[in-house]
């Protein structure tokens, strides 16, 4: 059974800083892409940043509204991805989403977790 938990939101002033992390489970980690993406209450689901498998040297794409706020890793020893997250501002306030995604295009989804950012 295939799970990712998220973890590490709550509720942050603006310019604070939170870090996410998302663990895998029932996966071989290394081989998915990986990916973050958030929903703020009203809208769609959208891409925050992604990391590619092991396989496929980890490559990193961010959206242009977290470039050089935001940072994705992975630790593939512990089935982990992380979102180190400075600067916050009031409009990244969201529910944000942990993502896997195959070679196969095969997608899991984690349950999400809430970021508040405070003015």
């Known amino acids: 059974q295939v799970q990712l938990v998220e973890s590490g939101g709550g509720l942050v002033q603006s310019g604070g800083s939170l870090r996410l992390s998302c663990a895998a489970s029932?996966?071989?980690?290394?081989?998915?892409?990986m990916g973050w993406y958030r929903q703020a209450p009203g809208k769609q689901r959208e891409f925050v940043a992604t990391?590619?498998?092991?396989?496929?040297?980890?490559?990193?794409n961010y959206a242009d509204s977290v470039k050089g706020r935001f940072t994705i890793s992975r630790d593939n020893a512990k089935n982990t991805m992380y979102l180190e997250m400075n600067s916050l501002k009031p409009e990244d306030t969201a529910v944000y989403y942990c993502?896997?995604?195959?070679?196969?295009?095969?997608?899991?989804w984690g349950q999400g977790t809430q970021v508040t950012v405070s003015a």
């Open positions: 029932g996966i071989i980690f290394s081989h998915y892409d």
């Open positions: 990391i590619t498998s092991a396989t496929t040297g980890h490559i990193i």
């Open positions: 993502n896997a995604q195959s070679s196969l295009r095969t997608v899991y």
